[in-house]
């Protein structure tokens, strides 16, 4: 019996995380708002790289050598 409540609390555990995380990405940002800091790999193709002004392995969007940055993103389900 004992063991029945364990999976159980492992599985509402589970659920719950999940739901709050993809609650969390269900919002869309917020007018003015900050993008938040994250890392991309460095194109492989020198000009793409100089192009972007970055250099080492990775860089993140404040790096990028221009006035203007232009994000699109794509959500596939």
Known sequence: MGAIFKYLAVFVGIFLLTVGFSRADSQPPAVGGVLPEFELAVPR???????????????????????VVIIEIFSMY
Request: negative net charge; proline residues 4%; without cysteine.
């Open 45 to 67: 193709s020198d000009e793409h790289r100089k192009y972007l002004g970055v250099g080492g392995e990775t860089f993140t969007i404040p790096e990028i050598k221009a006035e």
